[in-house]
């Protein structure tokens, strides 16, 4: 059957403000694409991301000159896909990875079964995802915990309280933390505020240096 691509962008209001140390997103701009051969649709998702330059305009531009390849794709799985869009996309990994995604669905759909069952048996224990606590005063922190109990919690920091922060909300759950900082800590501050938030139940520290200092990345590797 031929295929058809398809695709629409949405503007998702956040139930709460979300904020990183870079900038805050009051609603979610994000890209949906639908690859379909009639009878079988899969979907995938892109969010625009200033960080990285992702815009609905450079997706849509992507996405658009995709179309005619999967609208013509005569392989068979998402890797024989992958192999021909890469060289394409390979300047927008978003629009990339919205394609993927849609074509993965459909797959998997196409062939009777799970996404999951492709790369794992389905009865293996498979990690556990965190859900994101987003910036905001400490008091509306501890209350998205307590509104969404959850065993891995991702904190966003990169305020001059972080540590305060982390106390506040070790006081809240039992849960695991993981830290991103978004490139706002230095090499120092990240050494420091490693051995505090060694005994607060934290698991790891995301991206806490700007991702150019790699001078710094190899100092907080040796001393953290």
Known sequence: MALTLTFQA??????????????????????????????????G???????????I???????????????N??????EDLWQ????????????LCAIDIAFWDYYARRSGRTLRSFWSDENSKTPLTSYTI???SIEMMQQKIIEKPWPIYKIKLGTKDDLKIVEALRKTTTSIFRIDANCAWNAEE??????????????????PLKADDFEGMKKVRDES
């Open 190 to 207: 990240t050494i420091e505020f490693s051995k505090i938030l060694k005994d607060r139940n934290v698991e790891f520290i995301e991206q």
């Open 10 to 43: 949405f503007e998702l209001p956040l139930q709460h403000p979300f904020t990183i140390s870079r900038y805050t997103v009051n609603i979610q701009k994000t890209m949906i694409v639908c690859i379909s051969d009639g009878e079988f649709s899969g979907y």
């Open 57 to 71: 305009e450079t997706l849509s531009v992507s996405i658009s000159k995709a179309k005619p390849v999967v609208e």
């Open 84 to 95: 021909i869009l890469e060289p394409l996309l390979h300047n927008n990994y978003f629009a």
């Open 45 to 55: 998702e892109a969010t625009a991301n200033p960080y990285y330059n992702s815009t």
């Open 73 to 78: 794709f005569s392989g068979e799985t998402p």
């Open 134 to 136: 987003a910036i905001d």
